[in-house]
């Protein structure tokens, strides 16, 4: 068996009396698009936040490519190859969406000019026109919002990378895009992808395993088929159809 | 920010700008001591607010403190000289290095992630006050003099229009810093730490260190204004840790546009020049209009246009390329 | 040496004088815990209302305490006023520009002081309070006893409506949890309003207290500001009884210090204590954030 990309062991977070994550053990292969699925309050993006350090684990180990880092500050964790965008988009909003990109490239390349070069590549891969690249954060759309923010976190070149419901609020075309984008990634930049998503339509369609949570709880993984048909998941969601 | 256009041709207006006005300014003071003085404080100060730009412009970070650092600086290299000999030319750097490791202290556990900015603010201003009651201890409440010897050794002339030279060569210098900044890996992050700081953390900026990073520089500069700041007093004593001198380098930064040079230097030349005229008329029969005034200004531009001088000149920019 | 009667006079003065700071700081603590704001100006608006009650009690021969009743209403309106003039504008904004809000609003308020009033300290000619009592060794004064009481009522009274009133627990959520308390039908902008004419108001009746027995002059803000920084930083959130404690230990050590420091050491050592507890304690001594 290979060793896995990243690992948690029996992950616990809660806040105040609450259990966020109670004992959640995933494995993330490397190369693969993984979905994370569950009804809202399942503490997906709160796992997010503890394997990009935001919170500290109050139980159980995090391992990324067998080193353990579990507690690492943030900044060390981005630096070691792992990635994120985020729900609600967070742009850099005086900034050109350049100058955002380069930013985010300046953790590899500490020459300014190198670095923005490095954006306009990434921006091209992604399919940004050229002519945005000098608009401001706040002057561009959604789904440019979106793009930037990918690219931003492309830009620190991770190994993984964590994509927080990144389809939200986009239009069916606009979802067909992102879905080749994240595919791209994938394939060609060599990403491994951890895709959190409500949209079954993008998540079910791209990831090659799902892992379902509830309640803090990991309670199905497997083939996308298999999940959405399984009694538990199904009860969990209480209403949303599965494909 | 963008006032004047991007790249190496702003570079080249902005200075081009900044040494017409300061050949210009002397050209028509020539004569008047007190004017002369005059130019050469307001130039000084004008240096503090671009240097205060680094920490509350690029960085973010209220820092209510300024005069902590110019008073620690500018003491020391003045003690070194009248205490061990040591000329100021070389003491500055004592003084700017004093001056940063005070804010280095403060620095540490302020920008501890958790802690609101609003601490930060809050410590600075505390800071200017301890170190007043403490060099009241240490001082006594007699002034101090320098020693009367004159030189470029000493960075000390009697001759105000030579000291605005002086004023004028910190200023540049702290305007090219700003610049390398702006510029830099660190001008970037910082810009992107004040934007948002979570999602400065997620793409592998330490901010902690960062903003620590602007904090030195900004003191360090500060330090070594101290001591000119105290050969344009002619003294200096315990009151050199002045709150109210501390807020106006804050006040200024922030009318002026954070993170703009330009804008903080005309706030500064502004302001500063219309408070010290408002002192001299004003001053017995109604003081503090100077620091009304300052306050009147920040609240007006707190609420209707935070992005201050900077994005007045910004708009009037926008306006005149779309008449194009 | 210092006599154990001294020491013993001057804990009692210093934990009256900690209830009265802890009154005075309890404003602040509102405001910032459901606003988030830290109001700059806090001390500043303790100064000029101070100014009122001495205006009154030398025009018109009003007492301080009788002053009060008509201060605090007219301040909570005066807070509101403050509020949707110069808070609410800038709530969006980023906080460095709401903080310089607040200090260019210390600012014009100090110096109005300094054009109106100039330096020179005024102090309210007569008190009713000017008595006291021997309790043995110790020495109560009137109006320091009254000040503690007073103090002790009103955060009574705050804790009830805090816990017992709709307002008030709108005001506990909102501070534990902003977007919930939104979610839940709390008009925060309404909820903000109160909360600050309730904090100036507090303001208002703690300078009333002051002038039974202290002086006012234009800076009189800094040292309260000060004060009731510290104090929120060691109470963090910890509510009513946080604030209560972090007020009695600067009481009491701000009282035990005048015997063996001047003014201005004690001024010094004061803030130091701030530095000291955010370097160690960023989630005060008593907070739960």
Known sequence: MSEALLETRDLVKHFGGIKAIDGVSIKVMEGEILGLIGPNGAGKTTLFNCITGTYKPDGGKIFFRQKEITGLPSHEIIKLGIGRTWQIVRPFKKMSVVDAIATGSLLRYSDVEKAKEKAKEIASFLGLPKDILEKRGEEITLMQHKLVDLARALATEPKLLLVDEVGAGLRPSELSAMIDTLQKINSERKVTLVVVEHIMRLVMSISKKVIVMHEGRVIAQGKPEEVSNDPQVIQAYLGIKPI | ?324 | ?289
Do not use: C
Request: glycine fraction near 10%; hydrophobic fraction near 55%.
């Open chain 3, 1 to 289: 040496m210092i006599s154990p009667e001294l020491l013993l006079q001057n804990s009692v003065d210093g934990i009256f004088l900690g209830l009265f700071y802890s009154l005075v700081a309890m404003g602040l603590a509102l405001i910032f815990g459901v606003m988030d704001i830290i109001n700059f100006a806090h001390g500043d608006l303790l100064m000029i209302a101070a100014y009122f009650v001495w205006l009154t009690s030398v025009d018109l021969s009003v007492d301080p305490t009788v002053t009060a009743l008509l201060l605090i209403p007219l301040f909570f309106i005066i807070g509101i006023g403050i509020f949707f003039g110069m808070i609410q504008p800038v709530l969006g904004k980023e906080p460095l520009i709401q903080i310089a809000v607040t200090v260019g609003l210390g600012l014009i308020l100090q110096n109005i002081a300094l054009a109106m009033f100039k330096a020179q300290p005024k102090a309210v000619p007569y008190s009713i309070f000017n008595f006291s009592y021997s309790l043995g060794p110790l020495t109560i004064y009137a109006s320091k006893l009254f000040i503690a009481v007073i103090s002790i009522v009103t955060m009574y009274a705050l804790n009830v409506f805090l816990n017992k009133t709709y307002i008030g627990l709108a005001m506990r959520s909102t501070t534990d949890n902003r977007e919930v308390a939104q979610l839940m039908g709390i008009n925060t902008r309404m909820l903000y309003a109160v909360t600050f004419g309730l904090g100036v108001a507090l303001i208002a009746l703690s300078s009333s207290l002051w002038m039974t027995f202290g002086q006012v002059q234009p800076y009189l803000g800094t040292s309260f500001s000060l004060i009731s920084w510290v104090i929120v930083a060691m109470g963090g959130l910890g509510g009513i009884t946080g604030v209560v404690y972090s007020g009695l230990i600067v009481g009491v050590a701000e009282s035990l210090g005048s015997l063996f420091l001047t003014p201005s050491a004690r001024m010094a050592v004061v803030y130091i204590i701030f530095f000291l507890v955010l370097w160690f304690r960023p989630r005060g001594l008593f907070g739960r954030r």
């Open chain 2, 1 to 324: 920010m963008v006032a004047f256009g991007t790249g190496s041709k702003k570079i080249a207006l902005e200075l081009l700008v900044i040494a017409i006005l300061l050949v210009v300014i002397p050209l028509v003071l020539m004569g008047n001591a007190y004017y002369e003085l005059l130019a050469a404080t307001v130039v000084l100060f004008s240096s503090m607010v671009v240097a205060w730009n680094i920490i509350g412009g690029y960085a973010g970070q209220l820092d209510l403190g300024a005069f902590a650092y110019v008073g620690v600086g500018g003491i020391i290299t003045s003690e070194l000289w009248i205490k061990a000999g040591i000329p100021p030319l070389l003491g500055i750097f004592a003084g700017g290095a004093a001056s940063l490791l005070i804010a280095v202290i403060i620095g540490i556990p302020t920008f501890r992630f958790g802690i609101k900015e609003v601490w930060y603010a809050l410590l600075t201003a505390a800071l200017v006050v301890i170190f007043n009651n403490l060099s009241r201890v240490l001082m006594g409440p007699t002034d101090y003099y320098l020693p009367p010897k004159t030189g470029i050794l000493y960075l000390k002339f009697n001759s105000y229009e030579i000291m605005y030279a002086i004023a004028s060569v910190i200023l540049i210098l702290t305007v090219l810093a700003n610049l390398a900044i702006e510029r830099s890996k660190i001008g970037y992050y910082l810009k992107s730490i004040r934007e948002d700081e979570l999602a400065a953390e997620m793409i592998g900026i330490d901010t902690r260190r960062y903003k620590l990073y602007a904090l030195m520089i900004y003191s360090f500069f500060l330090g070594v204004m101290g001591y000119i700041y105290i050969v344009l007093a002619a003294s200096f004593s315990y009151r050199m840790f002045d709150s109210n001198s501390s807020l106006s380098i804050a006040i200024m930064g922030i009318i002026g546009g954070l993170g703009s040079i330009e804008g903080g230097i005309v706030s500064a030349m502004v302001l500063r020049s219309l408070g010290e005229y408002f002192r001299s008329s004003f001053g017995s029969t109604v003081p503090g209009l100077d620091l009304l005034l300052y306050g009147v200004v920040l609240v007006i531009v707190g609420i209707f246009q935070p992005e201050g001088i900077a994005g007045i000149i910004n708009r009037i920019n926008k306006a005149m390329k779309k008449k194009r």
